[in-house]
């Protein structure tokens, strides 16, 4: 059975520009988050997508944004990229959205900014 | 506030002695609680969870967490570590009323010495 695949593994991208991440979560998985990892601030939530829904959005700007689609993948995107945009960005899924289900996560997507 | 403490940033204990990591918890209602893994550049990896039951839960690689509702701790145990153990823990607190995301702790660094 395949892992939560998140592509690319790296990527280095210019202030000012944007970016798209993806992520495919465990087939027959339905719910996706995104998490933010930087040594500052830690790990932090994003969003959670459910059913193409955005169930809850985390505290930040409007420059992240993200969707999921019919087959349950999820792309974010980030625009206007900063310098404090740099860091890992992890992907998680979990079946539904019920207390008794974990979260299973990606390798992650580890983005710099220069 | 809901929120996750883990108050040592690092653990150093010899390979072959018990370890202890530490988490304690501020949430209202029942706690879903968790640990996960981090090994460098690589994404979370789920040790075990405690949902509701049996206070002491055994998750993978030979680790347990003991539940304490009293003291609104949930500390990570394993009996006898291995070098291989040595990676960075984090605790976390699943949050349905806050919209079914994960809040972490700081994160723990576990460090076996052979």
């Known amino acids: 059975k395949a892992g939560v695949t998140q592509t690319p593994r790296y990527l280095i991208k210019t202030r000012g520009q944007q970016v798209t991440l993806s992520c495919s979560p465990i087939?027959?998985?339905?719910?996706v988050s995104w998490y933010q990892q930087t040594p500052g601030q830690g790990l932090q939530f994003l969003f959670e997508?459910?059913?193409?829904?955005?169930?809850n959005k985390g505290n930040f700007p409007g420059r992240f944004s993200g969707r999921q689609f019919s087959n349950s993948r999820s792309e974010m995107n980030v625009s206007t990229l900063e310098l404090g945009d740099s860091a890992l960005y992890l992907c998680?899924?979990?079946?539904?959205?019920?207390?008794?289900?974990?979260?299973?996560f990606g390798s992650g997507t580890r983005l710099t900014v220069v | 506030a809901q929120s996750v403490a883990q108050p040592e940033d690092q653990v150093n204990v010899a390979e072959g002695n018990p370890l202890t990591v530490k988490c304690t918890y501020s949430?209202?209602?029942?706690?879903?609680l968790f640990w996960y893994v981090q090994y460098p550049n690589r994404g979370l990896q789920f040790l075990l969870k405690?949902?509701?039951?049996?206070?002491l839960v055994k998750g993978s690689y030979g680790f347990e967490a003991e539940f304490n509702k009293s003291q609104t701790s949930f500390h990570l145990k394993k009996p006898s570590a291995l070098v291989s153990d040595s990676a960075l823990y984090f605790c976390?607190?699943?949050?349905?009323?806050?919209?079914?995301?994960?809040?972490f702790g700081a994160g723990t660094i576990l460090r076996v010495k052979s």
């Open positions: 998680a899924s979990s079946p539904y959205r019920g207390e008794n289900y974990g979260y299973t």
């Open positions: 087939s027959g998985h339905r719910s």
């Open positions: 997508y459910f059913s193409e829904t955005q169930r």
């Open positions: 949430v209202s209602g029942n706690p879903y």
């Open positions: 405690y949902i509701t039951g049996d206070n």
């Open positions: 976390a607190v699943r949050l349905m009323e806050y919209g079914n995301k994960l809040v």
